[in-house]
């Protein structure tokens, strides 16, 4: 009943490395289609200071400013004739942004939206709102709040004093509004002693009434104010094209998103300091345009993997041949 | 990626029963077979993922192979078939990793090599003709075997993007457990055929799949199918094979308790886990 040869074939429009000379380049990834578009819905503002922030956020950096609510309609309607699948919005802290619900009302009337914060600052008047918006929709909001310690001491040595307590607030605002936030975590743990770690978060999240805890646990980029605070990237910690030989590049969110600032569009949200991070301000332009991953914290990314990502949002290569027969 | 290997039907004529997620439930598989052949499906085609979860996973493969079923390879096939480490799923909470692992190697250990020789030659996708509409049919997605295509995280414009790359009117895809339809204009079609292996995080047991069709003037139809089987038959297997009590809970309660982190919030919040 199977027959041998396929009815039609189809172009492969997918993410991958250009094959250069000299194997100790810098990998140059020319990107698939576009799936997820970033806002830096409040630029670089944010109400805290982390010591661990790659973009040295805090409430003077202005070195990216807000969206306005137009601009990021615009942006919208662009990724919907580019057929986005996801957004995500970020800061800075996105709800310093005085329209914050009304463009994640907007967002989820296309797609599933996401918002990373610290939580701090999250109102009865913010999860409300988003409650029915979120309820009238048939795409899913997610939540993704940044708890960097199971306890306080861990947390606030980074974030600040008071910040554990007024997260878990913002948490539990989140849970009574009927919302099951995505708790995000840097791993501020020896890698061996991560089993611990994460009972230790489910257990202190449980004792907080979220009752099956949904927890991301990511990386930390030594750039921004983490190179200040614990040091940077060593000179030779770069990426090369061997390095990725045999490496699957949808891994790589520079593969797959770009990033809408008030500056134009970027190529990812860690890279915002970087000068070749700005792409243009043309968003089908950008999203097609290939990148040069010579920048330290492109390691990170190479070693982790999706590290933007909601989870179940990239999977790993299954081994696949590449092309078709 | 793009899935390599397209294998072509012939053009069908009335129905095609599309069952995904087998999930070594030979009892739900057997069950499903009989009701689609009964519902007067001419055409019957697995959408993949043979073994996981469930007990004595070649005796799911040797039903579909005997009744020379079309079958596409899903990424658990694929890992089967290729000897690779795991399912790749692409979990990182520690406990979903825990027991995906307990499912692999069981099932991987417990595939007769025979099998999983076989898993590895399925085709990645099946390319056929329903009247004038162009069928695709893959495990996850048309651009990857383990990509996950929820209905809250699929907007119209993405979709209608992977049936432009794809070449398709109508893509029916598995994979992730829980099933959808989306209709375009009544011409085009995304559907989520979801599993028979377990059922679909609603808290009732029984297997759910799809019948595609046309309707009188042409369009794709799709009727979604239920089918109770011996669910208490298949927890004894599990348990007599040391199976853990967490798989068998979802076979008898018709809720996940396993493998969650994926989960987008809206299906997540329909869970009771």
Redesign the interface.
Known sequence: MILSTPITSHEDRSAGFEAQADPEASPLLHPGPLDALWFQVTGTVCNIRCRHCFIACGPANRAFGFLSVDEIERRLEESTDLGVREYYFTGGEPFLHPDIVEILTRALSRGPATVLTNGTLLKPYHAAPLAEAAAESRFSLEFRVSIDGFDRVTHDALRGEGTFERALAGLELLLAHGFLPIVTAVRTWPLGEEPEAYRAFVGMLRARGYRNPRIKLLPIFRIGAEAERAGGYAADERLTTRMVAGYDPELLLCGSARVVTDRGIWVCPILLDAPDGNLGDDLAVAAARPFRLGHAACTTCWMHGAVCANPGAATPEAGLPPGLP | ??????????PAEGRVALFGGVYSNHPALLATLEDARAAGAETIVCLGDLGAFGPHPDRACAIVRDA?L?VVQG?YD??LG?D?ADC???????EDNRFAAISYRYTYAKTSPEHRAWMRTL??A????LGDR?VVLCHAS???????L??????D??L???LA???ADVLAVSHTGLQWLRSFSGRRAVLNVGAIGRPPNDGRTGAVYAILGLDAGGAPAVEWRRVEYDHDRLAAEMREEALPEEFVETILTGWWTTC??????????RGK?
């Open positions: 990626m793009i899935l390599s290997n397209p294998g072509g039907l012939e020379g079309p990424n694929h890992s290729h690779l790749r799923c692409g979990y990182t909470d520690p085709p990645q099946i390319r056929f003709r162009r048309p651009r990857r075997i383990n990509e996950f929820w209905e809250s995280t699929s907007p414009a993405f209608l993007r992977l790359d794809a070449e969650l982190e994926v989960l987008p919030a809206k299906e997540r919040a886990f």
